[in-house]
């Protein structure tokens, strides 16, 4: 007999929505965290989008600790003197809200707290070293020499799932899986926010930015959201591109986001009160291991389970969709046949049905859209020699517009057909 | 702002015991690149008389460099007793 029917490695939002899960059809669950307070350690964003925490908790929208709702959401190209940004905002977003942005001290803490509400044995402050095994078959983890028995272990340790790897059950992660993310935390009053970019109360800004004036091929995604009062500011460089530079620190690479002339005025006068990083994956389908085995199921990051295509980033979602899906999985296999590698072959045909494993195949091989030069290096110089041809006044003759965009192509060494065939490719996979 | 303003601001409650990242300095000794130090985000890797220098007092347990050292130098443990990085935000 097992000491739990489950065990859930990792309080952040796949393992908290598991547990929950778990718990809300009366099973016995352990939840196993190493940060004391849980979410002390972990970092997004964040934009929490969509609704997947409804399947864990319907009310979750008045209860949980969010910070305000994207009423507005941009997408910026940055030259090293210009941007040119699409700035989309939607009364729509008043009523049906479709993300809002979190701070996940907060918000892992409350998870934690609804998940030991729910009766979920929660542990923190403690660090799982690995599985325990009996010859193939997972019967619990192993910490500080211990083993803690269950039926079935969900390993939803994050970004650097080393519980997995050192377990022999995933390969180690490589260049192309993941990106770099560093991020800052900026205090500034709620008024200065709102004024700044044109924001009423709990409504929200989320930007995501093409960096296209990075040096020597460094390839980053910059990010901008705003909080109650403060800021959350990042960026996420792309571990490949970074590695082929070799000269350029990722530390220096936000502040080169914050001081560049469209971003540093709505930081005026504030004060920079935290400093943090954390992968990011950025795999897509290529990077997704085997998600089960005999007991054991992986789930959220440490999956590679996340979706980002430069106009968007998402993680959080997935993670918890996945953990829903992972328990779904044990209360089915529990109720029928019991644990085996077989019953739990449910949680991929699950993820298939969802958005998770769906969104990962529709999306596959955009990350050569996304981390390719076309959108890092060239469109950004040429969309600012268009819009300058179009509005700098400087007393020459006008010119029609293909003009114009035939002079900036050409300045930028695009042949008009590479631009239609990358052209096609981005709007094919996008 | 400086990278070591910024790493002041963070709350560590140091593991004085256990080192949860170590490199071995045979194989940095002949490292071509140095990767580490540009991409540790928390300056924890840096070159000191051309000789690599690890601290992992500092770490913020991004797990960056362990997929950076093309060289397997760097073991990777995750911290224990709620020892490392603390944040207020995150
Ligand atoms: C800079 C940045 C910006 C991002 N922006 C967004 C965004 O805007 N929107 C979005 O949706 N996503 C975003 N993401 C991605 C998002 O943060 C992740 O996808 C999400 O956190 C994954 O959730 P998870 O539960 O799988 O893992 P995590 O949130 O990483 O949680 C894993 C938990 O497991 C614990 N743990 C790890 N190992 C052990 C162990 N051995 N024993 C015990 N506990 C352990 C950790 O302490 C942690 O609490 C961003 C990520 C970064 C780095
Ligand atoms: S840790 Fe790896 S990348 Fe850094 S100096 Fe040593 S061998 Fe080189
Ligand atoms: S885990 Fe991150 S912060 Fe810690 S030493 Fe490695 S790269 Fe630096």
Same mark, same amino acid.
């Given at each position: 007999?097992?000491?739990?029917?489950?065990?859930?490695?990792?309080?952040?939002?796949?393992?908290?929505?598991?547990?929950m899960?778990?718990?809300?059809?009366?099973?016995?669950?352990?939840?196993?965290?190493?940060?004391?307070?849980?979410?002390?350690?972990?970092?997004?964003?964040?934009?929490?989008?969509?609704?997947?925490?409804?399947?864990?908790?319907?009310?979750?929208?008045?209860?949980?600790?969010?910070?305000?709702?994207?009423?507005?959401?941009g997408?910026?190209?940055?030259?090293?003197?210009?941007?040119?940004?699409?700035?989309?905002?939607?009364?729509?977003?008043?009523?049906?809200?479709?993300?809002?942005?979190?701070?996940?001290?907060?918000?892992?803490?409350?998870?934690?707290?609804?998940?030991?509400?729910?009766?979920?044995?929660?542990?923190?402050?403690v660090?799982?070293?690995?599985?325990?095994?009996?010859?193939?078959?997972v019967?619990g983890?192993?910490?500080?020499?211990d083993?803690?028995?269950?039926?079935?272990?969900?390993l939803?340790?994050?970004?650097?799932?080393?519980?997995?790897?050192?377990?022999?059950?995933?390969?180690?992660?490589?260049?192309?899986?993941?990106?770099?993310?560093?991020?800052?935390?900026?205090?500034?009053?709620?008024?200065?926010?709102?004024?700044?970019?044109?924001?009423?109360?709990?409504?929200?800004?989320?930007g995501?930015?093409?960096?296209?004036?990075?040096?020597?091929?460094?390839?980053?995604?910059?990010?901008?959201y705003?909080?109650?009062?403060?800021?959350?500011?990042?960026?996420v460089?792309?571990?490949?591109?970074?590695?082929?530079?070799?000269?350029?620190?990722s530390?220096?690479?936000?502040?080169?986001?914050?001081?560049?002339?469209?971003?540093?005025?709505?930081l005026?006068?504030?004060?920079?009160?935290?400093?943090?990083a954390?992968?990011?994956?950025?795999?897509?389908?290529?990077?997704?291991?085997?998600?089960?085995?005999?007991?054991?199921?992986?789930?959220?990051?440490?999956?590679?389970?996340?979706?980002?295509?430069?106009?968007?980033?998402?993680g959080?979602?997935?993670?918890?969709?996945s953990?829903?899906?992972?328990?779904?999985?044990?209360?089915e296999?529990?109720?029928?046949?019991?644990?085996?590698?077989?019953?739990?072959?449910?949680?991929?045909?699950?993820?298939?049905?969802?958005?998770?494993?769906?969104?990962?195949?529709?999306?596959?091989?955009?990350?050569?859209?996304?981390?390719?030069?076309?959108?890092?290096?060239?469109?950004?110089?040429?969309?600012?020699?268009?819009?300058?041809?179009?509005?700098?006044?400087?007393?020459?003759?006008?010119?029609?517009?293909?003009?114009?965009?035939?002079?900036?192509?050409?300045?930028?060494?695009?042949?008009?057909?590479?631009?239609?065939?990358?052209?096609y490719?981005m709007?094919?996979?996008? | 702002?400086?990278?070591?303003?910024?790493?002041?601001?963070?709350?560590?409650?140091?593991?004085?015991?256990?080192?949860?990242?170590?490199?071995?300095?045979?194989? +940095?000794?002949?490292?071509?690149?140095?990767? +580490?130090?540009?991409? +540790?985000?928390?300056?924890?890797?840096?070159l000191i008389?051309?000789?690599?220098?690890?601290?992992?007092?500092?770490?913020?347990?991004?797990?960056?460099?362990?997929?950076?050292?093309?060289?397997?130098?760097?073991?990777?443990?995750?911290?224990?007793?709620?020892?490392g990085?603390?944040?207020?935000?995150?």
């Amino acid at each position: 007999m097992s000491e739990f029917d489950a065990i859930v490695v990792g309080g952040g939002p796949a393992g908290t929505s598991a547990a929950m899960r778990l718990a809300a059809n009366k099973l016995n669950v352990l939840l196993v965290e190493k940060a004391d307070p849980p979410g002390s350690k972990n970092v997004s964003g964040g934009v929490l989008w969509g609704n997947s925490l409804s399947g864990v908790m319907p009310d979750w929208e008045k209860t949980a600790p969010l910070e305000r709702y994207v009423k507005s959401k941009g997408i910026g190209f940055l030259t090293k003197d210009s941007s040119i940004d699409i700035n989309f905002r939607s009364t729509k977003f008043n009523e049906t809200k479709t993300g809002y942005t979190v701070l996940r001290t907060k918000l892992d803490q409350f998870l934690n707290k609804k998940a030991k509400d729910a009766g979920v044995t929660v542990v923190t402050g403690v660090t799982v070293d690995r599985l325990a095994f009996e010859g193939k078959k997972v019967v619990g983890v192993e910490q500080d020499g211990d083993i803690i028995t269950s039926d079935a272990v969900i390993l939803a340790e994050g970004a650097n799932p080393r519980v997995a790897i050192d377990s022999g059950i995933r390969p180690p992660l490589k260049d192309e899986d993941v990106a770099i993310g560093v991020k800052e935390v900026i205090k500034l009053p709620e008024k200065t926010i709102n004024d700044r970019f044109n924001l009423r109360e709990k409504e929200g800004f989320a930007g995501e930015y093409v960096l296209g004036f990075l040096d020597g091929g460094v390839e980053a995604g910059g990010f901008l959201y705003t909080n109650k009062d403060s800021i959350s500011l990042g960026v996420v460089i792309s571990m490949k591109h970074l590695r082929e530079n070799n000269k350029t620190y990722s530390y220096d690479i936000v502040e080169q986001f914050k001081n560049h002339p469209s971003i540093a005025p709505l930081l005026e006068d504030g004060k920079v009160d935290e400093y943090s990083a954390r992968m990011v994956q950025e795999g897509g389908l290529a990077s997704i291991p085997k998600l089960y085995g005999n007991g054991y199921m992986i789930a959220g990051d440490a999956a590679g389970f996340s979706f980002s295509n430069g106009l968007i980033l998402q993680g959080m979602n997935y993670a918890i969709a996945s953990g829903i899906a992972a328990a779904d999985t044990v209360v089915e296999a529990k109720a029928g046949s019991g644990i085996s590698e077989q019953s739990l072959s449910r949680y991929e045909e699950k993820l298939m049905n969802s958005f998770v494993l769906r969104d990962m195949h529709t999306f596959k091989g955009i990350g050569d859209i996304t981390w390719g030069s076309l959108i890092h290096q060239k469109m950004p110089g040429v969309l600012e020699k268009v819009m300058l041809g179009l509005f700098m006044e400087d007393g020459e003759p006008k010119k029609h517009v293909n003009q114009i965009v035939k002079e900036a192509l050409k300045s930028s060494g695009l042949k008009s057909s590479k631009l239609l065939l990358e052209g096609y490719r981005m709007y094919k996979r996008m | 702002m400086k990278i070591e303003d910024r790493l002041s601001l963070l709350n560590y409650k140091i593991d004085k015991s256990y080192a949860h990242i170590t490199v071995k300095p045979d194989i +940095c000794e002949t490292c071509p690149d140095h990767f +580490c130090t540009f991409a +540790c985000p928390a300056k924890c890797y840096t070159l000191i008389d051309a000789k690599l220098n690890f601290k992992y007092e500092d770490c913020v347990e991004c797990g960056t460099c362990v997929v950076a050292c093309a060289h397997g130098s760097v073991s990777w443990t995750n911290s224990k007793g709620a020892h490392g990085v603390k944040y207020k935000y995150g």
